[in-house]
């Protein structure tokens, strides 16, 4: 490396110098430069958002249920800055679908300046599932941070320190089984309480703090203790990050000790041997049922919240034995909703769960609420809720007014299954609420009107698709037919079902069993021969059926007859079977040949490929090439000699003319009695065959050919195959 002389250094009078009024004036020009790039991004955005406006409205009108278009119109007009018509599309988004977090936290910061429309967010957020139920924990902070604003540190102020612990002792009872973040809330709390205590002793100029409050926190601290807690710390899960984790968790539920231990040392440090012990032996106990679920809570953040990890660590919850709590498992599933917010089959667990274990009307009603109104398409969950409204005391309009409102939902009219749940909701509460006792008219005739618009819907949403288990017609059959004492209405209800359930052997059955349940056999055996003269889907079941009815209750007549078409249906079922049978090991066939016909085509392919890249490598050389290729120092050898100093070229070619010459070598090779063995006979063929003058006349040859003799070869003679004029030109060389 050259190092700069003192000749070629700058002069110090030549350098630049910047000075700080010089940086300041270049800091200002790029904010000013940013700002306006900032300005005309917001105007493009908003000239594209007014332009957007009108069709986003216009398909809203069309269908209010749609919900990401509400959340789209919510964003345009905060982007054209128009707060009123803002604040009206998120109320009507909020009266149709719960807001998510983020739309939550977005309204209460457009909203900070109106504390009392603040206050009135705060508690519309409380009812809806992301709030009130443990897992908001940022609503939660914001809020807490909010009461703290209105309480402006007025120690003094009795009304306001009671508003100020009101508010907190709700935020702290919403997340108080959050398992994970419930220590944001209750952290703030416990400080409230602690600085209260200071802050009476200071107004009362220097007293000693009231024992009465110390005891009250004392106890706020036991409580605490008792709660499973934990911090998740949410890192990457390598294998150092478990064990941070691990330590972390571990200093975090100690952390509610430690600050006990602090209290007490402060406050109350006569006694301190005596709280500690106390406190040790609850703190015993949930450390290790702390421990029991921090690893379930690492693999659900490994797992990146998965809902089969949320059901696998619910599973865990509802079996464990340390410390039990339904509570606990109400947190998890509330966790696991708060994401998969539009799960039905998570809903309906939970609601199965509440159901099972919670025995508690007000808090089903509230979930299916809830539910309902995250999932509006789902006929199961507002099955649910009929339930849940009737064990609460609703009165009929209400809950008929919620069914009829449910059916405005376009994808729940789509879904067949869903719309047969919901309808089968309604005609069982209607049921319930008819005194079959003493029926009332009216009663009836809403029942049966249920019973009919449910077809008439089922008729209009789905022309081609039908029930396949018509359970809507065979419920109002049975009605008609057992409880209102009307079978021709059933017998009329039946024959829909199976005009348009041809060839289902289920409503065939059911059919049959309605008549046989009313003791009318005749109808029985028509109805069966109705059934087998049609294509259904089990014909088998048919027939045994009305076998085992003859047999049970038929006569000898009627039995030959049914043994008679039995035996007929039979034969021409075995006929198509054998008929199916032959077709589809015809097509198996065709399938096989089809595939052996394949695989010879990429073989003879493959074949040709193998073939064109040896021809192109064992291509013969020119004779001029071959000539160049032969030594200078021995010019006079012999054409055999050649041939065996040359064995490898030769080997080649003799290679390739075998496969593309092998028949014309066969038809003009001289017969086998006419060829001399000997070297050369299969190379060149230099050695023609020897006559029997030429035997005699030559010392030491054996006399071989004793058939007739060929004329001696001439030099002239024009080869007779390849081998002949490959000798020749080898020979000539």
Sequence with gaps: MEVDSAENAPEPGNWEMTTPSDQLQEHQEEQQQSSENSEDTKAQKAMSALEELPKIMEELEADKTRYDLHVRLIELLKQVDMPDQLEVARENLHAIYPLSEALWLDWIKDSEQDRDKLRQLYEAASKDYLCKY???????????????REFEDQWDDAERVAALRQDLLTAVAATRDHFSKSHEIWNQYIKFETDLLEASASINRGESPDPEKIKEIQRLYLNRLEALHLGICNIPMT???????????????????????????TY????????????????????????????????????????????????????????????????????AVAIYCTDVGLWDDYICFLLERVHLPFVLLHVCERATRNCPWSGTLYAHLTRALEANGSDKETILGILDKALENEALLSSLEDLVTLFLAKCNYLRRQVDWQNPDDADIIDLRVAFEEAMAYLDEKHPTQRDPYFRIEQYYA???????????????????VVL??????????????????????????????????KKVDDPQRLMHTWLRIENELGSRDSLEDCIVRVNKKSKVLTREWQAAYAEEEARQEREKEKAIKQKQQKAQHRAKLRQK???????????????????????????????????????????LESELERPARQEMRPPRQNRILGRGAGRGGR???????????????????????????????????????????????
């Design 134 to 148: 443990l897992v908001a924990i940022p609503i939660w902070k914001s809020f807490v941070e909010f009461a703290f």
């Design 239 to 265: 294998f150092e990050a478990h064990l941070l984790t691990i330590l972390f968790l571990m200093a975090d539920y100690q952390n509610t000790f430690n600050q006990y231990s602090t209290f007490i040392t």
């Design 268 to 335: 109350d440090n006569a006694n301190y041997e005596e709280n500690m012990v106390k406190a040790n032996k609850v703190f015993a106990k949930t450390k290790a049922a702390a421990d029991d679920r921090d690893m379930f809570e690492i693999k659900l953040a490994e797992s990146g919240y998965s809902l089969d990890m949320f059901y696998q660590y619910i599973e865990h919850e509802k079996v464990t034995e340390l410390r039990p709590s339904l509570n606990s498992i109400r947190n998890l599933y509330e966790r």
């Design 478 to 496: 049975f009605v008609e037919g057992e409880l209102l004492d009307s079978p021709e209405k059933a017998r009329e209800i039946w024959e829909k």
């Design 500 to 533: 348009k359930l041809g060839k289902s052997t289920d409503a065939w059955l059911a059919y049959v069993d309605f008549e046989r349940a009313n003791r009318n056999i005749s109808k029985c055996e028509s109805l069966l021969k109705r059934a087998l003269n």
């Design 613 to 655: 890249q040896r021809t192109s490598k064992d291509q013969p050389q020119h004779a001029d090439e071959i000539e160049m290729q032969q030594p200078t120092t021995s010019n006079k050898r012999s054409a055999p000699d050649t041939v065996e100093n040359d064995e490898a070229t030769q080997t080649k070619r003799a290679r």
């Design 687 to 733: 050695l023609a065959g020897v006559t029997r003058k030429s035997q005699k006349d030559t010392p030491g040859i054996a006399e071989v050919n004793v058939g007739p003799s060929e004329p001696p070869a001439e030099t002239d003679q024009k080869p007779k195959t390849q081998d002949d004029f490959r000798a020749m030109l080898l020979g000539r060389k």
